[in-house]
Protein backbone atom coordinates (compact mmCIF):
# COMPACT_ATOMS: atom_id res chain seq x y z
CA UNK A 1 0.00 0.00 0.00
CA UNK A 2 2.57 2.41 0.84
CA UNK A 3 4.30 1.95 -2.35
CA UNK A 4 1.37 3.14 -4.68
CA UNK A 5 1.13 7.12 -3.89
CA UNK A 6 -0.39 7.45 -6.93
CA UNK A 7 -3.71 7.73 -5.61
CA UNK A 8 -2.69 10.14 -3.16
CA UNK A 9 -1.10 12.57 -5.44
CA UNK A 10 -3.83 12.64 -8.01
CA UNK A 11 -6.47 13.34 -5.43
CA UNK A 12 -4.27 16.81 -5.03
CA UNK A 13 -4.51 18.37 -8.50
CA UNK A 14 -8.43 19.49 -9.27
CA UNK A 15 -10.08 17.88 -11.94
CA UNK A 16 -12.52 21.23 -13.27
CA UNK A 17 -11.92 24.91 -13.58
CA UNK A 18 -14.72 26.74 -11.92
CA UNK A 19 -13.67 29.97 -12.53
CA UNK A 20 -15.92 30.99 -15.26
CA UNK A 21 -18.87 29.30 -13.77
CA UNK A 22 -21.95 31.63 -13.03
CA UNK A 23 -21.73 31.07 -9.77
CA UNK A 24 -18.33 31.83 -9.40
CA UNK A 25 -18.96 35.70 -9.27
CA UNK A 26 -22.15 35.72 -6.70
CA UNK A 27 -23.96 38.58 -6.52
CA UNK A 28 -26.09 38.18 -3.55
CA UNK A 29 -27.33 35.48 -1.51
CA UNK A 30 -30.83 34.29 -0.25
CA UNK A 31 -31.15 35.42 3.58
CA UNK A 32 -32.54 32.43 4.35
CA UNK A 33 -30.85 29.52 2.51
CA UNK A 34 -27.81 31.18 1.83
CA UNK A 35 -28.35 30.30 -2.02
CA UNK A 36 -26.10 32.15 -4.66
CA UNK A 37 -27.49 34.34 -6.55
CA UNK A 38 -25.08 35.05 -9.98
CA UNK A 39 -25.63 38.21 -11.77
CA UNK A 40 -27.80 38.68 -14.59
CA UNK A 41 -24.55 38.84 -16.85
CA UNK A 42 -23.04 36.00 -15.85
CA UNK A 43 -26.30 33.58 -16.23
CA UNK A 44 -26.65 34.53 -19.48
CA UNK A 45 -23.45 34.06 -20.57
CA UNK A 46 -23.89 30.47 -19.25
CA UNK A 47 -26.76 30.51 -21.15
CA UNK A 48 -25.11 31.17 -24.30
CA UNK A 49 -22.26 28.68 -23.70
CA UNK A 50 -24.87 25.95 -23.31
CA UNK A 51 -26.46 26.91 -26.35
CA UNK A 52 -23.90 26.82 -28.29
CA UNK A 53 -22.24 23.36 -26.77
CA UNK A 54 -25.29 21.52 -27.33
CA UNK A 55 -24.64 18.18 -28.88
Not at 18 to 36: G, L, M, R, Y
Not at 40 to 52: F, G, I, L, T, Y
Request: avoid cysteine; proline fraction near 7%; glycine fraction near 0%.
Amino acid sequence: MTENRWKERSMQTPIEKHDTAPWANIEKTKPVSNVAIPSEEDVDNAKQWVDMNQK
